[in-house]
């Protein structure tokens, strides 16, 4: 099922926790150190495996009662807050280390194991999970965030390190925290009310 409202809602809300995120600052390093296209197309490969994945684990979730879903769906942003609220320090962000390699293939797998690893239990993997869960529309869902998560990587290739001089990373957390926390909020209250 597709509904714009979920395809536009789940791209805006992957988008503003992603662009301050480590998929930004990896994909930032991997590209100082290789080949931008391939860079862009392993790490594009790491979030459609991911977003299939985590779209499933949502769509699992509407087997259940509305109530339980809707307490489902305010835990699931309530520990997204806390991630981003508690990762929204100075030096929140490290350096992600990787060995130089030079053939494409080679760029694109070191590519996608970096992403892939770095971005399981993921502020925008809970958020993935509860939109599917919330919005019963796993295409619209899927599509939002895997093009929000490959619009970051684009973005950082495209970009390179001026972004991330311009950029107030720990800022942008923490107004990212106090959205899912205002996501949880509306999620607990729907659960309330049944």
């Known amino acids: 099922m597709f509904t714009a409202t979920a395809f536009f809602a789940t791209f805006l809300v992957i988008l503003a ?3 301050p995120d480590k998929t930004l600052m990896a994909t930032l390093v991997l590209t ?3 080949r931008p296209l391939p860079v862009l197309a392993g790490v594009s490969a790491a979030f459609l495996v991911q977003c299939l994945v985590t779209v499933l684990a949502g769509g699992l979730l509407n087997l259940l009662p509305h109530r339980v879903v809707a307490v489902a769906v305010a835990v699931l942003f309530g520990v997204g807050a806390v991630v981003l609220l508690r990762g929204s320090g100075p030096g929140a962000d490290g350096d992600l280390e990787v060995r ?3 053939g494409s293939r080679r760029i694109a797998l070191a590519s996608f ?3 892939f690893a770095a971005e399981w239990g993921d502020a925008s993997q809970l958020a993935t999970v509860a939109l599917t869960a919330r919005y019963n529309a796993p295409v619209a869902v899927f ?3 895997f093009l929000a998560l490959t619009g970051v990587a684009a973005i950082a290739v495209l970009a390179g390190r001026e972004l991330v001089k311009r950029v107030s990373l720990p ?3 923490r107004a990212a925290g106090v ?3 205002v996501f949880a909020v509306i999620a607990a209250v729907e659960a309330i009310r049944g």
């Open 100 to 102: 130089a390699e030079k």
């Open 17 to 19: 926790v992603e662009l």
């Open 32 to 34: 100082a150190r290789y």
């Open 143 to 145: 599509l939002g965030a």
């Open 171 to 173: 800022l942008v957390h």
């Open 179 to 181: 959205v899912f926390t």
């Open 113 to 115: 194991g970096v992403l």
